[in-house]
């Protein structure tokens, strides 16, 4: 088939890669348009926009997919079907129509659990132990269209949103790409998801990284691994704030008020509800993430310090 694959962030890259490697004609790519990044804050491609380069496909970067230009582009395109992982941005009825078969969505979750933009993070956050990855066919309610095949991953107890979210566009790369194949050749036929057990993944926001130290050891720990790297979660010591890399409750240590530090020589323990969480890494006001001893031989916290306060 002629396929115009859609995406933007690196999670996308594993999907494109295979679908160019795939007997599958790619003759474009649809991705966001150049955004600021990094210190100088140049305008610069998206991840997906930089492989398609160095692929030689073209790039399409559309404004909106509202726009009457790209939608003709598109149409002179003629593909058969259109591949898409996290492009970003609605798809209005009248793009969703111009490819025959449909654009089909790789999503990484078990639909109809999980819809929306932030699968991943969700479902870590829920405490699931198991997620995965579905191909949909797009419709105009989000995640809601017919699913084709999926793939299933176990959450390690130790698993943060960015290491699981690795895993899964790995995975369900070959997915997308079987999809294809078996919608070409006619041998699969999308079904309606399930009317229950739909969950809703809405974007995680700052202010819901922010730790409360006073919910259980297990809750912080998933919200921390949840908003791992991004939104990142945090908390505030002696009235600035600070991010907050991956900790692991312990059981073994004495507890001691929420939010309340405890420095040894070698490990930095936080109070919760329960019992204590060891921490990894922080990344003090201003300066680079460091192994957290490290950090708290730097601010020398007194017996009474605390996060949170």
């Not at 997906?48 to 230009?69: C, F, I, N």
């Not at 009317?195 to 809750?219: C, F, I, M, Y």
Request: overall charge neutral.
């Amino acid at each position: 088939m002629r396929v115009v694959f859609a995406g933007t962030p690196e999670v996308a890259l594993p999907s494109l890669r295979a679908v160019a490697d795939s007997a599958h004609e790619l003759v474009a790519v649809v991705t966001r348009p150049d955004a600021a990044a990094g210190r100088g804050r140049r305008q610069l491609p998206s991840p997906v926009a930089q492989v398609a380069d160095e692929l030689g496909v073209p790039v399409l970067k559309p404004q909106h997919p509202r726009d009457g230009a790209f939608q003709e582009e598109l149409a002179a395109l003629r593909p058969d079907c259109c591949p898409v992982v996290a492009y970003g941005a609605l798809l209005p009825r009248s793009v969703l129509d111009i490819p025959p078969h449909g654009w089909v969505n790789l999503h990484f979750s078990l639909l109809p659990a999980w819809r929306g933009a932030a699968p991943v993070q969700r479902a870590l956050w829920a405490g699931d132990e198991i997620t995965g990855a579905t191909t949909f066919r797009l419709v105009a309610e989000m995640d809601a269209g017919p699913t084709y095949g999926l793939v299933t991953e176990r959450i390690r107890d130790t698993d943060t949103s960015g290491d699981l979210l690795t895993r899964l566009a790995e995975a369900g790369a070959p997915l997308l790409v079987a999809t294809l194949d078996g919608i070409e050749d006619g041998s699969l036929e999308a079904r309606p998801q399930a009317a229950d057990g739909v969950s809703l993944a809405r974007k995680v926001t700052v202010e819901e990284a922010q730790v409360d130290w006073t919910e259980p050891a297990l809750a912080v720990d998933r919200r921390v691994r949840a908003c791992t790297p991004a939104p990142g979660a945090w908390t505030t010591y002696a009235g600035e704030r600070v991010k907050l890399g991956p900790v692991r409750p312990d059981p073994e240590t004495a507890s001691v008020p929420p939010g309340r530090l405890v420095v040894g020589r070698r490990a930095v323990h936080v109070g919760t509800a329960t019992v204590p969480v060891r921490l990894t890494e922080v990344t003090g006001h201003g300066r680079r993430p460091m192994p957290a001893a490290d950090w708290a031989r730097g601010v020398r916290p007194g017996p009474d310090a605390r996060f949170g306060a």
